[in-house]
């Protein structure tokens, strides 16, 4: 009998540390802001990623369910290009319309049974968010380049 409540109390002991451990404060337990960058070297290295994803490419016909979060990180960026790219404000709209348009036809909401307009419309959204992106990377890119650098 005592070999039971041995074992037991030495499971409490775990138990106890275990969620002692998850008390504490863990990386990304804080937000720092409304979910945008708005610091050009971080986009630098963010639109080139988005550059990268497969949601964009052919296959966007049928992945496009399955792109919401690349297109919610598209839409994180928004603001911060067009803080950063005032001179761009044509490609920032047009970027923010197609995100709007293929969040409002929740083109990642279909399971498998996607109405002709999300089947017609999805994609395209994809392409222009992708051909957007593109543009205001160069734009970015061009921006930082010619920006004074301060030295120390």
């Not at 550059?51 to 964009?56: E, K, M």
């Not at 690349?70 to 490609?91: I, K």
């Amino acid at each position: 009998m005592p070999r039971k409540i041995t074992g037991l109390a030495a499971l409490v002991l775990i138990g106890v540390c275990a969620l002692a451990g998850c008390a504490d404060d863990q990386p990304g337990d804080v937000n720092n802001g409304p979910g945008y960058t708005d610091n050009a070297s971080d986009l630098l290295v963010k639109l080139p990623a988005l550059q990268g994803d497969p949601c964009r490419t052919n296959q966007a016909d049928s992945l496009f369910p399955n792109c919401g979060r690349y297109v919610t990180e598209v839409a994180n960026t928004v603001a911060a290009l067009r803080d950063d790219l005032p001179q761009q404000g044509s490609a920032v709209n047009a970027l923010q319309n197609a995100v709007n348009e293929f969040q409002q036809l929740a083109c990642d909401s279909v399971n498998g049974s996607a109405t002709k307009q999300q089947l017609a419309t999805c994609p395209a959204q994809l392409r222009a968010i992708g051909t957007e992106l593109d543009i205001l990377s160069r734009g970015l890119a061009a921006a930082v380049s010619s920006s004074p650098t301060t030295g120390d």
